[in-house]
Protein backbone atom coordinates (compact mmCIF):
# COMPACT_ATOMS: atom_id res chain seq x y z
CA UNK A 1 0.00 0.00 0.00
CA UNK A 2 0.90 3.28 -1.16
CA UNK A 3 -1.20 5.66 0.35
CA UNK A 4 -4.66 6.13 1.68
CA UNK A 5 -7.62 8.72 1.56
CA UNK A 6 -8.39 11.12 4.26
CA UNK A 7 -9.43 14.66 5.41
CA UNK A 8 -7.50 17.95 5.85
CA UNK A 9 -8.79 18.86 9.67
CA UNK A 10 -6.24 22.19 9.57
CA UNK A 11 -3.22 23.39 10.73
CA UNK A 12 -1.09 23.71 13.77
CA UNK A 13 2.68 23.05 15.65
CA UNK A 14 4.98 20.89 16.99
CA UNK A 15 8.12 21.10 18.46
CA UNK A 16 11.04 18.70 17.52
CA UNK A 17 14.15 16.98 19.28
CA UNK A 18 15.76 19.93 18.69
CA UNK A 19 13.37 22.19 20.06
CA UNK A 20 12.41 23.87 16.71
CA UNK A 21 8.54 24.61 15.98
CA UNK A 22 7.73 23.07 12.94
CA UNK A 23 4.22 24.47 11.21
CA UNK A 24 2.12 21.29 9.94
CA UNK A 25 -0.88 20.22 8.70
CA UNK A 26 -3.10 17.84 10.35
CA UNK A 27 -4.92 15.33 8.18
CA UNK A 28 -7.53 12.60 9.24
CA UNK A 29 -6.24 9.30 7.24
CA UNK A 30 -8.96 6.77 7.67
CA UNK A 31 -10.02 3.71 8.66
CA UNK A 32 -10.31 3.28 5.02
CA UNK A 33 -12.08 -0.21 3.91
CA UNK A 34 -10.77 -2.20 0.96
CA UNK A 35 -13.89 -2.11 -1.36
CA UNK A 36 -11.92 -3.95 -4.25
CA UNK A 37 -8.84 -6.32 -4.64
CA UNK A 38 -7.76 -6.20 -8.54
CA UNK A 39 -4.69 -8.82 -9.70
CA UNK A 40 -3.00 -9.47 -12.99
CA UNK A 41 -5.09 -12.67 -13.64
CA UNK A 42 -8.59 -10.63 -13.87
CA UNK A 43 -7.49 -7.06 -14.48
CA UNK A 44 -4.11 -7.37 -15.95
CA UNK A 45 -2.54 -5.42 -13.08
CA UNK A 46 -2.31 -5.65 -9.18
CA UNK A 47 -3.69 -2.52 -6.89
CA UNK A 48 -6.36 -1.96 -4.43
CA UNK A 49 -9.31 0.12 -4.34
CA UNK A 50 -10.37 1.65 -0.77
CA UNK A 51 -13.30 3.49 0.33
CA UNK A 52 -13.31 6.42 2.73
CA UNK A 53 -16.24 9.05 4.13
CA UNK A 54 -19.76 8.35 4.86
CA UNK A 55 -22.77 10.44 2.80
CA UNK A 56 -26.21 10.15 2.30
CA UNK A 57 -27.11 6.88 1.47
CA UNK A 58 -29.79 8.62 -1.07
CA UNK A 59 -27.35 10.65 -2.79
CA UNK A 60 -24.99 7.43 -3.65
CA UNK A 61 -26.06 5.24 -7.56
CA UNK A 62 -27.45 1.73 -7.71
CA UNK A 63 -24.25 0.72 -9.67
CA UNK A 64 -22.01 2.33 -6.41
CA UNK A 65 -24.47 0.45 -3.69
CA UNK A 66 -23.82 -2.82 -5.67
CA UNK A 67 -19.95 -2.50 -5.86
CA UNK A 68 -19.51 -1.86 -2.40
CA UNK A 69 -22.11 -4.64 -0.99
CA UNK A 70 -19.35 -7.37 -0.99
CA UNK A 71 -16.96 -4.92 1.08
CA UNK A 72 -20.17 -4.23 4.12
CA UNK A 73 -19.90 -0.49 3.12
CA UNK A 74 -23.58 1.31 2.47
CA UNK A 75 -22.45 4.45 1.67
CA UNK A 76 -19.26 6.29 0.79
CA UNK A 77 -17.47 9.86 -0.18
CA UNK A 78 -14.41 8.88 -2.06
CA UNK A 79 -12.70 6.00 -3.81
CA UNK A 80 -9.48 5.35 -4.73
CA UNK A 81 -6.93 2.88 -6.03
CA UNK A 82 -3.28 2.15 -5.15
CA UNK A 83 -0.89 0.25 -7.46
CA UNK A 84 1.74 -1.71 -6.16
CA UNK A 85 0.63 -2.63 -2.92
CA UNK A 86 2.98 -4.50 -1.00
CA UNK A 87 -0.14 -5.02 2.06
CA UNK A 88 -2.23 -8.50 1.72
CA UNK A 89 -5.63 -7.72 2.42
CA UNK A 90 -9.20 -8.78 1.49
CA UNK A 91 -12.46 -7.00 0.46
CA UNK A 92 -14.06 -5.71 3.88
CA UNK A 93 -10.97 -5.32 5.80
CA UNK A 94 -9.95 -2.18 7.00
CA UNK A 95 -6.57 -0.23 6.39
CA UNK A 96 -5.10 2.53 9.29
CA UNK A 97 -2.59 5.27 9.12
CA UNK A 98 0.18 3.19 10.62
CA UNK A 99 -0.16 0.27 8.24
CA UNK A 100 0.86 2.87 5.77
CA UNK A 101 2.96 5.66 7.03
CA UNK A 102 5.88 6.38 9.34
CA UNK A 103 7.35 8.53 10.58
CA UNK A 104 10.06 10.58 8.63
CA UNK A 105 8.56 9.09 5.42
CA UNK A 106 8.67 11.69 2.23
CA UNK A 107 4.75 11.62 1.01
CA UNK A 108 3.02 14.14 -1.49
CA UNK A 109 -0.53 15.23 -1.15
CA UNK A 110 -3.47 15.14 -3.58
CA UNK A 111 -6.49 17.64 -3.33
CA UNK A 112 -8.50 20.24 -4.84
CA UNK A 113 -7.34 23.77 -4.24
CA UNK A 114 -9.30 26.43 -2.50
CA UNK A 115 -11.56 28.43 -5.18
CA UNK A 116 -10.76 31.92 -5.43
CA UNK A 117 -13.40 33.10 -8.02
CA UNK A 118 -12.84 35.93 -10.98
CA UNK A 119 -9.72 37.29 -10.82
CA UNK A 120 -6.88 39.86 -12.19
CA UNK A 121 -3.53 38.84 -14.14
CA UNK A 122 -1.83 40.20 -10.67
CA UNK A 123 -3.36 37.56 -8.57
CA UNK A 124 -4.11 34.66 -11.19
CA UNK A 125 -0.63 35.02 -12.34
CA UNK A 126 1.89 36.96 -10.60
CA UNK A 127 2.08 39.84 -13.01
CA UNK A 128 3.52 42.96 -11.69
CA UNK A 129 0.80 45.75 -13.12
CA UNK A 130 1.74 49.04 -15.44
CA UNK A 131 2.66 50.50 -11.86
CA UNK A 132 4.03 53.84 -12.04
CA UNK A 133 4.97 54.00 -15.06
CA UNK A 134 5.61 56.87 -17.42
CA UNK A 135 3.68 57.40 -21.11
CA UNK A 136 0.76 59.06 -19.07
CA UNK A 137 -0.39 55.69 -17.12
CA UNK A 138 -3.93 56.49 -15.33
CA UNK A 139 -5.65 53.77 -13.20
CA UNK A 140 -3.79 50.91 -14.45
CA UNK A 141 -2.06 49.52 -11.81
CA UNK A 142 -2.77 45.80 -12.13
CA UNK A 143 -3.58 46.05 -15.50
CA UNK A 144 -2.84 43.35 -17.99
CA UNK A 145 -1.42 45.21 -20.94
CA UNK A 146 -1.05 44.75 -24.74
CA UNK A 147 -2.48 41.46 -25.65
CA UNK A 148 -2.89 41.77 -29.32
CA UNK A 149 -0.03 41.08 -32.28
CA UNK A 150 -0.29 44.19 -34.22
CA UNK A 151 -1.89 43.86 -37.96
CA UNK A 152 0.03 40.18 -37.69
CA UNK A 153 -1.34 37.73 -37.24
CA UNK A 154 -4.29 39.97 -36.35
CA UNK A 155 -5.66 37.97 -33.27
CA UNK A 156 -5.25 37.12 -29.84
CA UNK A 157 -3.20 34.14 -29.06
CA UNK A 158 -4.34 30.98 -27.51
CA UNK A 159 -3.28 30.33 -23.99
CA UNK A 160 -2.66 34.23 -23.12
CA UNK A 161 -2.69 34.87 -19.56
CA UNK A 162 -5.52 37.01 -18.93
CA UNK A 163 -8.47 37.27 -15.89
CA UNK A 164 -10.36 34.40 -15.19
CA UNK A 165 -11.49 32.18 -12.63
CA UNK A 166 -8.89 30.82 -10.04
CA UNK A 167 -8.37 27.94 -7.99
CA UNK A 168 -10.77 24.58 -7.87
CA UNK A 169 -8.08 22.91 -9.64
CA UNK A 170 -6.48 19.25 -8.40
CA UNK A 171 -3.06 20.25 -7.17
CA UNK A 172 -0.44 17.99 -5.91
CA UNK A 173 1.94 18.89 -3.52
CA UNK A 174 5.49 17.28 -3.23
CA UNK A 175 8.19 16.66 -0.65
CA UNK A 176 6.21 17.06 2.83
CA UNK A 177 7.88 15.34 5.72
CA UNK A 178 5.80 13.20 7.91
CA UNK A 179 6.16 14.42 11.30
CA UNK A 180 3.81 12.90 13.40
CA UNK A 181 1.98 9.73 13.22
CA UNK A 182 -1.23 9.61 15.90
CA UNK A 183 -2.57 5.79 15.00
CA UNK A 184 -5.76 5.39 18.21
CA UNK A 185 -6.95 8.88 16.15
CA UNK A 186 -5.75 8.31 12.61
CA UNK A 187 -4.44 11.25 12.32
CA UNK A 188 -1.06 12.19 10.45
CA UNK A 189 1.29 15.55 11.07
CA UNK A 190 2.86 16.43 7.73
CA UNK A 191 5.58 19.41 7.74
CA UNK A 192 4.15 22.26 5.24
CA UNK A 193 0.75 22.88 3.38
CA UNK A 194 -1.94 20.85 1.66
CA UNK A 195 -3.84 21.86 -0.64
CA UNK A 196 -7.87 22.23 -0.07
CA UNK A 197 -9.95 24.18 2.76
CA UNK A 198 -10.69 22.24 6.21
CA UNK A 199 -12.63 19.32 5.42
CA UNK A 200 -11.61 18.81 1.84
CA UNK A 201 -10.89 15.21 1.24
CA UNK A 202 -7.16 14.78 0.00
CA UNK A 203 -4.99 11.50 -1.00
CA UNK A 204 -1.92 10.80 1.16
CA UNK A 205 0.65 8.51 -1.22
CA UNK A 206 4.38 7.65 -0.91
Known sequence: ????????????????????????????????????????????????????????????TAPLKGHLKNAGVESVQRIAEFRNC???????????????????????AIGVSKGKG????????????????????HNRMRAPGAIGACATPSKVYKGTRMAGRTGGNRVKTRNLKVVKILPEKNLLLVKGSVPGHKGAIVIIEK
Open 1 to 60: MNGLIGRKIGMTSVFNAEGKNIPCTVVELGPNVVSQVKTEDSDGYNALQLAYGERKAKRM
Open 86 to 108: KLEKQIGDKVNVDEVFAEGDVVS
Open 118 to 137: FQGVVKRHGFGGVGQATHGQ
